[in-house]
C-alpha cells in the first residue's frame, strides 16, 4: 500500500500538472471506485470544477475545487493516479477518467487506476466532509504537514498499551505510516517492533519523532519505494527509489547493513510481516 512519501509524491505530482485546470468531462467505468458517493454525484461534482489546491492528511489525497466542493482519493493497495495526453492508451483498471482543459497547447487526461479496486475517489460538498469522509477527523497528526515533534508523538503515544510498532500503524496515532516505514523507523532508533510503549523513555521516544520526520522527508525527496509486488508510480508513471535505500524492509536473510554482523530477520505477526535486525534493535 502507498504510504505517506508515496502519497505527497502523487500530491505534488497532482500540484504541478492539475491543480489549475478545469475538469471538463468524467468517465466512470467501475462503479466500486466511486462506492461511497456514487457514480452520478462524482460526474456531477467534477464536470466543470477547476481544481484550485492539491493537500494530503496521512494518506489521503484532497482536492479542493473552485465550487467548494472536496475531492478525497485514496490508493488503498493498488490504486494509481496518472496524467497523460488524451490518445495514450490507458492501462488496465482504469476506472475514473478526468479530461483536463488545455495546457501549453495541450489536453491530458487524468486517470485513477486500481488493478484490486480497494481505493476510491470521493466528491462532496466542504459542509458534509465530517459526515461523508468522517475517518479525516480521527487521524493523528501527519509529520509532513503538522507540527511534529517527541512532545506530539509522547501525548499521542499517553495512555497507550501494548508493542510500538502497531501503534505506528494505528493512523489515529500518527497518520501516514505503513509498514514499510515503520520497520526502517524502527531500526534506524535500533528498537525492535515488540518493546512496549511503556518502556521507552522520554529521549527514545524524542528521537523516535525525529527519526519519522526524518525518514519519511528522505522518502519524499527519493519519490517513495516502489517494490516488485506493488502497484505504486508516480503521476508521470515513473517509479520511486527510496527501496535502494532500504536498511531492513524486503531485505530478510541479507546482511545488516548497520551493523554488519547478522542478518535480518522478517516474522509475521498479526497477519503482517515485520523486518529488523536482532542485533542492532533491542
Known sequence: MPELPEVETVRRGLESHVVGRTIESVHIGRERSVRRVGREAVIHGLTGAKVMAARRRGKYLLLDLDTGDLVMIHLRMSGRVLVE?????????????????????????????????????????????????????RLGPDPIVDDFSGEVL????????????????????????????????????????????????????????????????EAIERGGSTLEDTQYVDIDGKSGSFQDMHRVYGREGLGCLTCGKTTIRREMVAGRSTSYCPRCQK
Not at 85 to 98: E, K, N, Q, Y
Not at 108 to 114: A, C, L, R
Request: contains cysteine; neutral net charge.
Open 85 to 137: 495526453p488524451i490518445g495514450a492508451p490507458r492501462p488496465p483498471h482504469t476506472h475514473v477518467v478526468c479530461r483536463l482543459s488545455e495546457r501549453n497547447g495541450q489536453h491530458h487526461e487524468m486517470w485513477f487506476v486500481d488493478p484490486r479496486t480497494f481505493g476510491e475517489v470521493v466528491v462532496c460538498e466542504s459542509d458534509d466532509v465530517s459526515q461523508v469522509l468522517p475517518e479525516l477527523d
Open 154 to 217: 509522547k501525548d499521542r503515544l499517553n495512555g497507550r498499551r501494548g508493542a510500538i510498532k502497531p501503534l505506528l500503524l494505528n493512523q489515529h496515532v500518527v497518520a501516514g505510516i505503513g509498514n514499510i516505514y515503520a520497520d526502517e523507523v524502527l531500526h534506524r532508533v535500533r528498537l525492535r517492533w515488540n518493546r512496549t510503549v511503556d518502556s521507552l523513555s522520554t529521549k527514545t521516544i524524542n528521537a523516535l519523532a525525529a527519526a519519522i520526520t526524518e525518514i519519511l522527508t
